[in-house]
């Protein structure tokens, strides 16, 4: 790797580690801790690639990428956030930044795409755009998270959105499928035109598909559990993409609903199954995301203050027991649960024994979610894996698989396996067939909280 890499976070930590790093790899490293600093670099011409953090003392990475494109063009431009929301990625992709990454980057993944934004440097090309748009007002999307899944959605969804490309949008009920559908025509160059969702009722009668291209306007249209829709429906919608025009409203659907198995049961018409798949979109389950789970927490904690009601946080044992939980309700669940307690909740801290009351009246997720009856437990595995090679969209996922995966499966192994044996390290032990002292380490490791534990019932 070689050329002069403009570093720019408040972090000291992240500052060093990049500098050490860049340094072996061949480039010179100029690192700053001030937003001003970083653009009198730009403007001498200094670097090759800049490498930013969003929020800095005196400025905003994001806020910063139009005056370095006006000032420097064809500079590559990595942002690094610790705001790990739709919003951001969407945000940088419409700035033009040349890679986004949340925080906590994994450090070989970044230096792989120095590598490549240095090379398209010296070959003296613009950056390519993660998508391109005009910026948009930000709404309050409880779209967030850190998780690799979550991230590899955000950017499939900068990449589409300026597509007419079809858009199918899986996942599991309460997971936030409309509003993916909503973000991708919000932030879009269609974003100025009508949204309109249709529902099978809107196809009942001839005139329904000319009545929803009537409303679209060249907008776009979101069949919405496209999956439910009676033959005849279907039937009316592939008829209706067959006739339309140039000017025709961007199409998007969501199912909750397996499409793929539903089409070989003959439930499902082929035509239109491959006529919605442009791009499909799958948005991970709670389960697919338990990092993600105090974010969101904390998302929803604020909205209900902003809302008038009593500001909240909620107690480490709580948290742990809404991380254990199997939210078959995914989102919806998690943030109608948090409401309740934020007005039901007698101290400013949420207890596990609050926590524990609200859960007990919500249904459970049965074993082996997603999978058959009587499917194994490694094909429900398998699963998992080949949506989360499917959500990178045909790009490898970063280097270290392997310990991500692994390190995925213990910590809930070990957390459930404490939780079923009241947190006794000996019972537990015995239960994965693995020495007292090697559990140690692997809680150590881990980073598992050891508090007292009940058995989830």
């Not at 279907?234 to 089409?263: C, E, F, H, W, Y």
């Not at 809302?307 to 254990?324: E, H, P, V, W, Y």
Request: charged letters at 25%; hydrophobic letters at 40%.
């Amino acid at each position: 790797m070689d050329g002069t890499v403009l570093v720019a976070d408040d972090d000291r930590t992240i500052r060093t580690v990049l500098t050490q790093a860049l340094t072996r790899a061949g480039c010179k490293v100029h690192a700053t801790s001030s937003m001003v600093t970083l653009m009198r670099w730009v403007d001498e011409g200094k670097g090759d690639l800049v490498i930013s953090d969003v929020i800095m003392p005196d400025g905003n990475g994001l806020e910063a990428l139009p005056q370095i494109g006006k000032q420097r063009p064809g500079l590559p431009v990595i942002v690094i956030s610790a705001q790990n929301t739709i919003m951001t990625a969407i945000q940088a992709a419409e700035a033009e930044a040349f890679d986004y990454l949340p925080k906590p980057f994994d450090l070989p993944d970044l230096m792989k795409r120095a590598s490549k934004a240095l090379e398209v440097k010296r070959r003296a090309s613009p950056p390519p755009r993660i998508a391109e748009a005009e910026a948009g007002a930000a709404g309050d999307l409880p779209l967030v998270g850190r998780t690799p899944a979550m991230q590899s959605l955000y950017r499939l969804v900068a990449r589409v959105m300026n597509t007419d490309l079809p858009v199918l949008i899986t996942g599991e009920s309460g997971t936030g499928k409309s509003l993916i559908a909503r973000a991708i025509h919000d932030f879009s160059d269609r974003r100025t035109l009508p949204f309109v969702v249709a529902a099978a009722a809107d196809l009942a009668s001839v005139d329904g598909p000319s009545a929803i291209l009537g409303r679209a306007r060249g907008g776009s249209v979101l069949f919405d559990e496209v999956g439910d829709f009676d033959e005849e429906a279907q039937a009316r919608i592939v008829r209706m993409l067959d006739g339309m025009s140039d000017s025709a409203p961007r199409v998007m659907a969501t199912s909750q609903t397996d499409l793929n198995a539903k089409m070989e049961a003959g439930a499902f018409r082929q035509d239109l199954f491959y006529r919605l798949g442009g791009v499909t979109l799958n948005v991970p389950s709670m389960r697919e995301r338990v990092d993600d789970i105090p974010l969101l927490a904390d998302h929803f904690l604020a909205r209900a203050e902003r809302d008038g009601l009593t500001a909240r946080r909620f107690s480490t044992d709580a948290m742990d027991l809404i991380r254990a939980y199997s939210w078959p309700g995914n989102v919806r669940q998690l943030e109608n649960m948090i409401r309740r307690l934020v007005v039901t909740s007698s101290e400013e801290e949420i207890t596990r024994a609050e926590a524990e009351a609200v859960l007990g009246n919500q249904p459970a997720m049965e074993p082996l979610v997603g999978g058959s009856e009587g499917e194994k437990l490694s094909a429900s595995v398998a699963k998992h894996l080949k949506r989360y090679f499917d959500l990178h969209g045909g790009v490898l996922p970063p280097p270290g698989l392997y310990g991500r995966i692994l390190r995925e499966v213990e910590m809930p192994l070990i957390e459930i396996a404490l939780d079923a044996t009241g947190g006794n390290q000996a019972k537990c032990a015995d239960l994965l067939g693995i020495n007292r002292n090697t559990l140690r380490k692997k809680i150590t490791d881990l980073d598992i909280r050891v508090t007292r534990r009940r058995k989830l019932m």
